[in-house]
């Protein structure tokens, strides 16, 4: 049976990169899985690990040949380096991301000159709703999209059947693959996951450092996601600070609401809360 692709690049191979480049591997997506990166040793440590077949510091190289381009960096960087990507690529190519964010990146890259004059290849915004606090290849595992939401952000202009073929790619990697707008998106992901990782860390950085030799589970699974790398959430906060804001708006009257009921003494109402909160957590399940 014959690959989806050819070649895929992968542009950091770090937990994302390198779980894209395993599960294309395994499931017999690509015939040949090119990382690309910066660091020597960290690319050969994801090539023995089977992460990708081939590695390379040089992107001209690495994606010479490719149909598929993933980039997988952080966001504030995917914009110019797809911008650098485009006039190498062969007629053809897909470009799409895994960034965090994607209204700035796909607003941007629509009206980008270097997209625009090179009709034949083509960009689709995703976002694989999948990761851990943890990062680079090491913790990369084949199942790591598995059972998991991806969202894939066309626009009008998007080419249709570039649309599907990143569609049926990240379905094919085990998504449930959903299609939004990039505004609808990032609206979305700053209510489920960028204002839940503030949070996080607030409540990690509000227990006092005297006090953690007594913490337990809850404590640790509430803030597990604050031990995320700080510059990658910098630039995920900074890039959609107006829907995160929004988020954390509706987070404060709800925590002013539990707030006042709990000092009145209205106990049915902060349990009405307590009820609402679990309600929400049962039907997301384990």
Not at 67 to 94: A, H, K, N
Not at 175 to 204: F, Q, Y
Request: some cysteine; glycine content about 8%; charged content about 20%.
């Amino acid at each position: 049976m014959a690959s989806d692709f050819k070649q895929i690049a992968i542009l950091g191979v770090g937990l994302i990169g390198g779980s894209i480049g395993l599960a294309a591997l395994k499931r017999k997506i690509a015939d040949k899985v090119v990382g690309i990166g910066r660091s020597e040793e960290k690319l050969a440590k994801a090539k023995r690990q089977g992460c990708i077949t081939e590695a390379t510091t040089q992107w001209q190289a690495g994606i010479r040949g490719a149909d598929l381009v993933v980039v997988c960096s952080p966001v504030e960087s995917i914009v110019p380096l797809v911008e650098q990507l485009v006039p190498f690529c062969q007629p053809g190519t897909i470009i799409t991301d895994a960034g965090s964010t994607k209204q700035k990146i796909v607003d941007t890259l629509h009206l980008s000159e270097s997209i625009r004059g090179r009709k034949e290849v083509y960009f689709v915004g995703s976002h694989p709703m999948a990761g851990s606090d943890k990062s680079g290849s090491d913790h990369a595992t084949a199942d790591l999209f598995q059972n998991r939401v991806t969202i894939v952000t066309p626009v009008a202009e998007t080419e249709r059947t570039a649309k599907a073929t990143v569609r049926k790619f990240w379905e094919s990697l085990g998504s449930e693959v959903h299609e939004m707008s990039p505004t609808e998106h990032d609206a979305v992901v700053a209510a489920t996951s960028h204002m839940p990782h503030v949070i996080a860390a607030l409540v990690a950085a509000s227990t006092p450092e005297a006090m953690l030799q007594f913490t337990s589970t809850g404590w640790a699974d509430t803030t597990r996601i604050a031990a995320g790398d700080i510059d990658l959430w910098r630039q995920i906060l900074t890039t959609n600070r107006g829907h995160v804001l929004q988020s954390l708006a509706n987070f404060e009257k709800l925590l002013a609401a539990f707030r006042t009921s709990l000092e009145a003494g209205q106990e049915e109402h902060w349990i009405k809360l307590l009820k609402q909160g679990k309600h929400h957590r049962d039907i997301v399940g384990s």
